[in-house]
Structure formats: C-alpha cells, structure tokens
C-alpha cells in the first residue's frame, strides 16, 4: 500500500514511507525497492536522495531515539524524591511509547541485531550510573529507607513492564475484547498499579 503525504517534499516522503516500512519489518526485512514503492517513487531517485539503506535508517531513526535516552536521562537527573522519581520515570516510558507504540517491537528486534550501534546512535551510552537516580537509591538503602535492591534491576524492571504492555497490544486487545478506548484505559490503569506496586516493595512499612 502506497503512503499518501499531501504537499510533502521527495525526501520527507521518503523518510516517512521509511519509518513505516522500518518499524513494521525492521532493518534486515525492509528494502530500498520496498520503501520508495511505500512513498510513490522509484527506487533510483530514493537511492540518490540517502545513498544507503543504513543511512536512511538512521536519519530517520537518530532524532527519535535520543529522544527517548535524553528523556530518561532528564528524569533520573532531576531534584525531586526518589518516591516521586519512581513514579516519573514509569510516566516518562510509558508517555513516550504512547505517542511511539509501534517503536517498542522495532527496538527490541534492533537491539538484537546490532545493540552497539543502537546506542551510539541514541547520543552515546547514556551516564545511568552517574545519575542522581542512583546516587538517591544508595543513599536510600544506605539510611535503610528502602529494601536493599540494585537501581540497575529496579530500572529494568520499569523498562520491561512497561514495554511488555505496548509490545503485547495487539494480543492484549484480542484476548480481552478491548478496543482503542478501552485499551487506553487499560494501559492507565497498568501504570498506576505499577507505580503503586513498586512503591510497596520498596518502602518498608
């Protein structure tokens, strides 16, 4: 099926068909053929305009990926409490895939292929280690605040819970009958229950 793109220049047009044809095949499945047919165009006028597939994948790709580091890299570094970091940083992920949904299938199949890469393109390695995030969970454990837990595995156990949500819709939507609305609700209620269930864990009573 041919995108349509209204008024948009060649190389927008093709960036756009790229970005559809990408998330839903990833970078071994997609084809230049492919992409130019997704935009209207030939094959030799996309290759003039990108050169590569690589390239095209990466312009296409670079800016959305730092996004999501930058995102996460200002919510661990920002002054408020770890309770209500915790609570942040489960919205941060799950606003941005909202807005990417399709995103989260494309990166786990990326970060397979070439996870090296991956991040390098996403704006270098981001300093998780250096944040504040860490820092405050230290300190925590430290002053016996919190369950003595690595903020290695507490931010992967927010990645992958929140991820799993979004890369599992289609299934999700099937099994409980769900349309649009009701999976939007669905996916509230799962963040809120998460933030809650993350705080109980950690906080001792």
Not at 119 to 133: H, I, T, W
Not at 141 to 148: K, S
Not at 182 to 195: P, Q
Request: hydrophobic fraction near 45%; glycine fraction near 6%.
């Amino acid at each position: 099926m041919i995108v349509s793109f209204c008024d948009r220049g060649p190389e927008e047009q093709i960036k756009e068909a790229a970005k559809k044809v990408f998330l839903e095949k990833g970078f071994d499945g997609a084809t230049m053929k492919e992409i130019a047919h997704s935009a209207g165009m030939n094959s030799a006028l996309t290759h003039y305009y990108f050169r590569s597939k690589e390239r095209l994948f990466w312009l296409v790709f670079e800016g959305l990926l730092k996004e999501l580091m930058d995102g996460m890299q200002y919510t661990l570094d920002m002054p408020t409490s770890l309770r209500e970091k915790i609570g942040d940083i489960v919205e941060q992920q799950y606003q941005f895939h909202r807005k990417n949904p399709s995103l989260v299938l494309f990166l786990m199949s990326e970060a397979q292929r070439d996870p090296v890469g991956l991040f390098e393109k996403m704006g270098a390695r981001p300093a998780l280690k250096d944040s504040y995030f860490f820092k405050q969970v230290e300190e925590a454990i430290q002053l016996n605040l919190i369950r003595p837990v690595s903020p290695i595995v507490l931010l992967s156990i927010v990645f992958s819970s929140i991820k799993q949500v979004f890369a599992g819709k289609a299934l999700q939507m099937h099994l409980f009958n769900l349309d649009e609305a009701g999976f939007a609700a669905y996916l509230e209620e799962y963040k809120n229950i998460s933030i809650t269930m993350l705080l109980n864990y950690l906080y001792k009573q």
